[in-house]
T-cell receptor, first 114, second 113 residues
């Protein structure tokens, strides 16, 4: 079945540091890939997405490129802020006539210190 | 604000009891998904409804059931509750597109004591 593996946290960084969170997936066909973010006490928000190989999703300074050859979708940000402290989830979805349920990775908690 | 509304935000109940969680999807979205987030299991897909019909089932226990009503709101019913059912339950909605992302509510935190 489908699965998503992402690096375990917590990841602790200083402000303005570079952030990378690794994500790899297993799925047949051509899934869509997503990064969701969960701020403390809140629900999940879509951060970015990519729907086909070599697509780059970007939002709020975060980027991720859909790499089919390595089945990866690593999240990067060049200069993090304290407000980026959150839990980040990598996820995939395969379109079926039945709908687009998401398969999530385990989440990576990121803590940015001033 | 995602446009998805979940009630209640918090629920504390005793083992053996039954509770109902409610979700109102974004205006126009026909699909509703339920997910459970727990410390040991992570985010798990439970069940999906599309325009009133069940479309996909995930790791949903037999003690749990759901339905989607004609006005498209959905309810998740959890019965014979156990301590291990304590978790954050999320509802999400999407429109029927091939790469349509899901929009999540803020969740209902269920505590079983």
């Amino acid at each position: 079945g489908d699965s998503v593996t992402q690096m375990e946290g917590p990841v602790t960084l200083s402000e303005e540091a570079f952030l990378t969170i690794n994500c790899t997936y297993t799925a047949t066909g051509y899934p869509s890939l997503f990064w969701y973010v969960q701020y403390p006490g809140e629900g999940l928000q879509l951060l970015l997405k990519a729907t086909k190989a070599d697509d780059k999703g970007s939002n709020k300074g975060f980027e991720a490129t859909y790499r089919k050859e390595t089945t990866s979708f690593h999240l990067e940000k060049g200069s993090v802020q304290v407000s980026d402290s959150a839990v980040y989830f990598c996820a995939l979805s395969r379109f079926k006539a039945a709908g687009n349920k998401l398969t999530f990775g385990g989440g990576t908690r990121v803590l940015v210190k001033p | 604000d995602s446009g998805v509304t979940q009630t209640p935000k918090h629920l504390i109940t005793a083992t053996g009891q039954r509770v109902t969680l409610r979700c109102s999807p974004r205006s126009g979205d026909l699909s509703v998904y339920w997910y459970q987030q727990s410390l040991d299991q992570g985010l798990q897909f439970l069940i999906q409804y599309y325009n009133g019909e069940e479309r996909a089932k995930g790791n949903i226990l037999e003690r749990f059931s759901a339905q989607q009503f004609p006005d498209l709101h959905s309810e998740l019913n959890l019965s014979s509750l156990e301590l291990g059912d304590s978790a954050l339950y999320f509802c999400a909605s999407s429109d029927p597109g091939q790469s349509a992302e899901a929009f999540f509510g803020q969740g209902t935190r269920l505590t079983v004591v």
